[in-house]
């Protein structure tokens, strides 16, 4: 079995307002997590992105170099923390409320060219073959269907939203050939864990006297307890109590195929 794993953390981007804090700390912990405390994933297997590396052109490199080879019984992990958003759709057929949920890496601008949306992942991981155990962990707000505010006084928690972005204009009758549409209609092949609903903000608050992701932090204490035993739909609603528990307003969510197995493939 082969493992591969891609791991992208944000914290700063180019207008200071949409700073974050906990973002390179996720991937971090998780990084620790799946090569340290349980040795799955080979150190040598795994790449991080953070904030200027992680620009649109390097995720999609790097996507690509994670999924490129892929064979039954392997296994891959791509985690990504930072800002998320909603821009116009390009595919008014399959969406009704008008509007793609997508990533903004650290050039995004409110362009086309620089934001990554959901459609491009879903056509992205199309060709992952069914016998690979691939995750895909989003820490980002309007994470559901993927498939943070002005910056605060210090200690406040933030939102992984982006602001200041001016969307152009874009035709919805020219969506780009590369995205066919039964790979954008057919459910992942993997297992999407997402820190919020599509309408919701993720959390960038301190705990414990450190910054991270709400989500990813109460994500890996769950498999830490729990992950070798329990299905990761279990998990997040597991997780889901802890977010509620200590005051976070969003419902972390599960879709893909792989929702009903163990984080680690057995």
């Known amino acids: ?3 591969k794993a891609l791991l992208v953390g944000i914290n700063k981007y180019p207008d200071p307002r949409n700073s974050l804090r906990g973002c ?6 998780m990084e620790y997590f799946i090569s340290d405390k349980n040795k799955v994933y080979n150190k040598q297997n795994i790449k991080k992105l953070t904030d200027q590396q992680a620009t649109k052109k390097g995720i999609m490199d790097q996507v690509k170099w994670l999924i490129d080879g892929a064979q039954d019984d ?10 998320g958003a909603q821009a116009p759709t390009l595919h008014s057929a399959i969406e009704k409320d008008g509007l793609d ?12 060219e620089t934001m990554f949306r959901d459609k491009e992942f879903a056509s992205l991981f199309a060709g992952i073959p069914k016998g690979v155990h691939f995750v ?5 707000c309007h994470a559901e269907d993927l498939s943070r505010d002005p910056k605060l006084e210090q200690e406040t928690n933030l939102f992984r939203n982006f602001i200041g972005a001016h969307y152009e204009k874009t035709n919805i009758q020219q969506a780009p050939s590369t995205h066919n549409i039964s790979n954008l209609t057919t459910p992942l092949n993997g297992a999407l864990l997402s820190a919020c609903e599509s309408d919701q903000l993720s959390t960038d608050a301190k705990i414990n006297n450190r910054f991270n992701g709400a989500f990813t932090h109460y994500l890996i204490q769950n498999l830490i307890a729990y992950g070798n035993t329990k299905p990761m739909e ?17 419902d972390a969510q599960t879709e893909g195929s792989l929702i009903h197995k163990t984080f680690f493939k057995p």
């Open 1 to 3: 079995m082969n493992t």
């Open 24 to 29: 390179i700390n996720d991937i971090l912990d």
């Open 74 to 83: 392997d296994q891959l992990l791509f985690h990504y923390s930072g800002h």
């Open 101 to 112: 949920e997508i990533i903004c890496p650290y050039d995004f601008n409110g362009s086309n």
């Open 136 to 140: 895909w962990i989003s820490d980002s």
């Open 234 to 250: 279990l998990i997040v609603k597991l997780v889901n109590v802890d977010l509620k528990q200590n005051g976070y307003d969003q």
